[in-house]
């Protein structure tokens, strides 16, 4: 479209967003603030770099497809992220994996795992202006195969898992220290059965002690936070997870935590976005995961569909969506990845974008009269709004392509870089 044209579209989409008090200049200013946490395991299919096996193995987690051109070494997914971000209108964060430090070549177990295999990543930070977080390693590793990590019965392993919790804190708050913003560190495990569980109440006792070991130090709010997700099933624990989101809750709230809520990790028809209002009343902040089950949890590449639109709108309606740490986390191997993430990404921003151009000042002045007709025919009406003129206005003045360049841009990046990989 003619530059004149999209400027055009604009304008007129301001006007009609104006005729429901909709200021859309400053639903604008309020989207440049959201940043999200770019995922780096979707350039390699959740391989990791630690020199101990190339493929995710168990854990609760699989990637399907073996679509060509994944990353195979740190170079190349920093490559890959490189050009995912300038296909992102905004300023945005990339989340790390323990299992993804530069080892050099080497073969460093996870409880040896420090600060210093990071360092090479704070520098392509700061060369990139992108803002780290982290999460520790629990899954595929021999120590975990039996499905149990931080809550194993076996005082080795679990001490081998304690301490590797302990540095990849550790390597968070050297993050959040030469970045001078947090880094989030997230904690999640996979550990549960696969079938009938006689001792519930033991496995979790024996998680929150460890937690508490974990925790031990204390590290400045201004470097690190600490985040701990939950789940209701994964592969091999569906009959029990012993960090159900009841654990973690009770847990987080007496401990000063944050929640993690993964739009995966719940009952298909349950819905995180309704979540978010009671969370707030207990909770400073929270960190989100957005993901997309199919079924079950699933990890399918993240849409701008009905749940990451009611999230968004959820966020912007409790007034909490700056405390809210917005993090992606899906692995599609059958995709080009580049577009996976773009896909994703946009969505996301595109999910925000609608909320803030929600016209929730009359939405409620009708719910508090009690008109409910009226309440619903607008949101209706919402839906068909011209948001795409006012994204597409969004991601030109942030240098970033709108969405008909999209696919000829991945298109020849993987032409030119991953065709090259085969």
């Given at each position: 479209m003619p530059k004149q044209s999209a400027e055009k579209a604009f304008e007129q989409a301001k006007e009609r967003y104006a005729d429901y008090?909709?200021?859309v200049e400053n639903a604008i200013r309020q989207l440049k603030k959201v940043s999200l946490s770019v995922h780096c395991w979707q350039t390699d299919d959740v391989a990791g770099f630690e020199n101990q096996d190339s493929a995710l193995h168990g854990g609760g987690t699989a990637v399907t497809g073996n679509y060509f051109g994944k990353a195979r070494n740190l170079a190349e997914m920093r490559?890959?992220?490189e050009k995912v971000f300038s296909l992102m209108p905004g300023s945005h964060r990339l989340?790390?994996?323990a299992i993804y430090g530069d080892f050099g070549g080497k073969s460093v177990d996870r409880d040896q795992v420090s600060p210093e295999h990071f360092a090479s990543w704070?520098?392509?930070a700061k060369k990139n202006k992108v803002q780290l977080d982290s999460n520790s390693t629990s899954f595929s590793h021999p120590k975990s195969d039996d499905g149990f990590s931080l809550a194993s019965r076996d005082k080795k392993k679990r001490q081998f898992w304690i301490e590797q919790h302990k540095r990849s804190r550790e390597i968070?708050?050297?993050?959040?220290?030469?970045q001078k913003t947090p880094c989030i560190h997230n904690i999640w495990i996979h550990d549960g059965d696969k079938d009938l569980t006689a001792d519930r109440y033991g496995y979790r006792k024996i998680l929150k002690d460890a937690l508490d070991e974990v925790f031990t130090v204390e590290y400045p709010k201004d470097r690190m936070r600490d985040a701990l997700e939950c789940k209701l099933f994964g592969l091999g624990s569906e009959a029990y997870t012993v960090g159900s989101h009841e654990f973690y809750y009770g847990y987080a709230l007496t401990r000063g935590k944050m929640l993690c809520y993964d739009m995966g990790h719940f009952h298909p028809t349950e819905s995180v976005a309704d979540k978010i209002s009671s969370a707030f009343l207990y909770f400073e902040e929270m960190l989100l995961h957005i993901s997309r089950p199919v079924r079950w949890d699933s990890d399918h590449v993240t849409i701008f569909n009905d749940d990451v639109r009611y999230l968004c709108e959820?966020?912007?309606?409790?007034g909490k969506w700056d405390k809210a740490w917005m993090g992606l986390d899906f692995f599609d191997g059958t995709m080009n990845r580049i577009g996976a993430y773009t896909i994703g990404s946009r969505g996301v921003l595109k999910g925000m974008l609608a909320a803030f151009l929600e016209p929730l000042k009359k939405l409620r002045e009708y719910e508090e009269k009690g008109n409910r007709f009226a309440r619903l025919a607008l949101m209706e009406e919402f839906k068909t709004l011209p948001l795409g003129a006012v994204w597409d206005y969004y991601c030109e003045s942030m240098k970033a392509p709108v969405d008909r360049d999209i696919i000829k841009n991945i298109l020849a990046y993987e032409q030119d870089v991953c065709r090259r990989r085969v």
């Open positions: 008090g909709v200021d490559a890959d992220l989340a790390l994996h704070i520098s392509w968070a708050a050297a993050l959040g220290q030469a959820e966020l912007v309606r409790t």
